[in-house]
Structures are given as C-alpha cells and as structure tokens.
T-cell receptor, first 113, second 114 residues
C-alpha cells in the first residue's frame, strides 16, 4: 500500500537560512510525487511535482525537490527562506492508475527573524 | 487561484443536520476528488468521480455521499452530522484522473458542527 512519511512535524528556520523538508514514500512501482503548501486558512497550492525524467525538479517560489529512488525520498529544499514561506507543507504520492493522492501528515514551517 | 471553486467557504450547522458542499472543477478537468482535513486525521481521501462516474472510494462514511453532474460540477452531501464531522473539506480536480496528471485543489469549505 502507498504511504508517505514526513518525519518532521514542526521545523523552525531563520529567515535567509536554507531549508530542507523530508519526505519518504512507500510504493511498489514508480511513484508520482508532489509537494503542496497550505498557508493558514488557505487551500493547498501545488509547489512542484515529479513524474519522470530529471530527478531534480524546480517549482514555484524558489523551491526544488530531488527524487532519490534508492532512498525512497523526495525532499523539498529552498536555499534562502523568506518569512512568507511560513506555512504547512505536504508531500503526496500518486500512481499511474490515477487514484487519489496519499498525503503525509505535513510539516509546519516557522520562520524566525 | 487554482481554478477549482468551492462553496460555501464557511458553514456552521447543528448536529443531526444535513449540508451540501459544492465544487466546480477547473475548466476542462473531468475528474473530481473530495478530501477531508482534520487535525487528528490529516488529509483523508473521501471519493473520486470521473466524467460523472464514481472511480474510487476512500474513507467516506455511509452518512456521506457525492455525485458529479453532467456539467462536471460535484456535490458532497453530509447527513446526520456529528461534532466529529467538523473539518475542512477540499475539492480537487484533474484532467484525466489517470496517469501523470496534476491534481489542483480548491480553497476548501470549512464545516463547523455545533
């Protein structure tokens, strides 16, 4: 069965510092992987996605993620965090059958000044 | 703006009542998904429709039902509401619902059951 683990429930990063949010997935075949962000009181906004090809994918707002099949990971990174990046981040896995995405529990990012 | 429209944005109702949440998918998208987000359960998939037909079912309670209409909008009906049904309900849409397609989410409908 598909599953997603986001090991960090809450992370605090200083503004301007780099960020890495961890995501590990469990899936028997090639997964489709997504990162979404949810600002307080807002919906889920797609940051980036991986379907195939280059394992380093670029997204919006300066985010990138790297698919590592050997580690079953899809970690999200940003070189310099802005205060507006404070939000909850969700990793999700999908499949070729197009059944619904399975989400991790999310990581809350706080940005300190 | 994802292009997925959900109404109402906020809803307060009493236990035992019934509510209907409405979703208009992005233009051209044929597949609609409903998710429930609560503090204790996280994001839970409820049900998926594709071009009017039910495609997949998740953790949807028997008191809940959904449908997708010929114009592709969808409604989620929640009945005999309980306090525990208070949550944020998301609708999402995608073009095909199969393969490498991207799922876009609406802003959600906040349901409070009192």
């Amino acid at each position: 069965a598909q599953s997603v683990t986001q090991p960090d429930i809450h992370i605090t990063v200083s503004e301007g510092a780099s960020l890495e949010l961890r995501c590990n997935y469990s899936y028997g075949a090639t997964p489709y992987l997504f990162w979404y962000v949810q600002s307080p009181g807002q919906g889920l906004q797609l940051l980036l996605k991986y379907f195939s090809g280059d394992t380093l994918v670029q997204g919006i707002k300066g985010f990138e993620a790297e698919f590592k099949r050997s580690q079953s990971s899809f970690n999200l990174r940003k070189p310099s965090v802005h205060w507006s990046d404070a939000a909850e981040y969700f990793c999700a896995v999908g499949n070729q059958a197009g059944t619904a995405l399975i989400f991790g529990k999310g990581t809350t990012l706080s940005v300190s000044s | 703006d994802s292009g997925v429209t959900q109404t109402p944005k906020h809803l307060i109702t009493a236990t035992g009542q019934r509510v209907t949440l409405r979703c208009s998918p992005r233009s051209g998208d044929l597949s609609v998904y409903w998710y429930q987000q609560s503090l204790d359960q996280g994001l839970q998939f409820l049900i998926q429709y594709y071009n009017g037909e039910e495609r997949a079912k998740g953790n949807i309670l028997e008191r809940f039902s959904a449908q997708q209409f010929p114009d592709l909008h969808s409604e989620l009906n929640l009945s005999s509401l309980e306090l525990g049904d208070s949550a944020l309900y998301f609708c999402a849409s995608s073009y095909t619902g199969k393969g490498a397609n991207t799922i876009y989410f609406g802003e959600g409908s906040w349901l409070t059951v009192v």
